[in-house]
């Protein structure tokens, strides 16, 4: 099994450091825990009752009944959940733990672990966990093949689902193309001094050009 032990940024950051982690996981036939979603977790039917966000999803789940012990899943719990695995992956990677009673991969800032390599899938596939902590886990050579399988998972929940299409539905007969502009200001706003953040009126003109 694969257990992401770190969390990273919002929505967009954890759902690509969990697509990259997820072909891996399908590659390798392991399981994904990713409890990092917990905060989104609602919006995606595939983790919505599972504590763990996990991949493959349980079998209670596949078959369409909520697991007993998540069927009322609370943020408080997937916050405690998240705090303890990160504890636990900082401390065994600190002791330097070379496989028991798990295996820890930990990657800094401008380092970065190709997950299709021949030493990550052995430690995918050992007996004992492995505990992944870091930003850059990448393979877009199995995110490329498993890509289906991916955008399968995160099907977003269908009330969502409806407000985007009923959004959708007047545009489309306005033109050959719609284009939506992602505005990011939350933690613009201080990341790196507000270098990149910009008013609205700075995207509404360059969206006229």
């Known amino acids: 099994m694969i257990i992401a032990t770190r969390q990273y940024g919002q929505l967009g950051n954890r759902l690509r450091l969990y697509a990259h982690l997820m072909a891996a996981a399908i590659e390798y036939d392991v399981t994904l825990y990713f409890p990092h979603l917990?905060?989104?977790a609602e919006f995606f039917p595939c983790v919505?009752?599972?504590?763990?966000?996990r991949y493959p999803q349980p079998p209670a789940r596949q078959s369409g009944q909520a697991?007993?012990?998540?069927?009322?899943?609370?943020k408080l719990v997937r916050a405690l959940i998240c705090k303890q695995?990160?504890?636990?992956g900082r401390v065994l990677s600190h002791l330097r733990c070379t496989g028991f009673p798990a295996h820890v991969v930990r990657v800094v800032d401008g380092e970065t672990c190709i997950l299709h390599e021949p030493e990550f899938a052995r430690k995918a596939q050992s007996r004992r966990p492995l505990l992944?902590?870091?930003?850059?886990f990448r393979s877009a050579e199995l995110?490329?093949?498993?890509?289906?399988?991916?955008r399968s998972h995160f099907q977003i929940a269908p009330e969502h689902q409806a407000n985007i299409q009923n959004s959708l539905a007047p545009l489309r007969g306005t033109g050959n193309k719609i284009v939506g502009v992602h505005v990011r200001h939350g933690d613009y706003q201080t990341w790196k001094n507000g270098r990149y953040y910009h008013p609205i009126d700075d995207y509404a003109a360059t969206m006229r050009l």
């Open 143 to 150: 995110l490329a093949k498993h890509a289906a399988a991916v």
């Open 85 to 88: 695995v990160y504890l636990t």
């Open 48 to 53: 919505a009752n599972d504590y763990w966000c």
């Open 132 to 136: 992944v902590a870091g930003w850059k």
């Open 38 to 40: 917990n905060e989104y």
């Open 67 to 74: 697991l007993e012990s998540d069927s009322k899943a609370s």
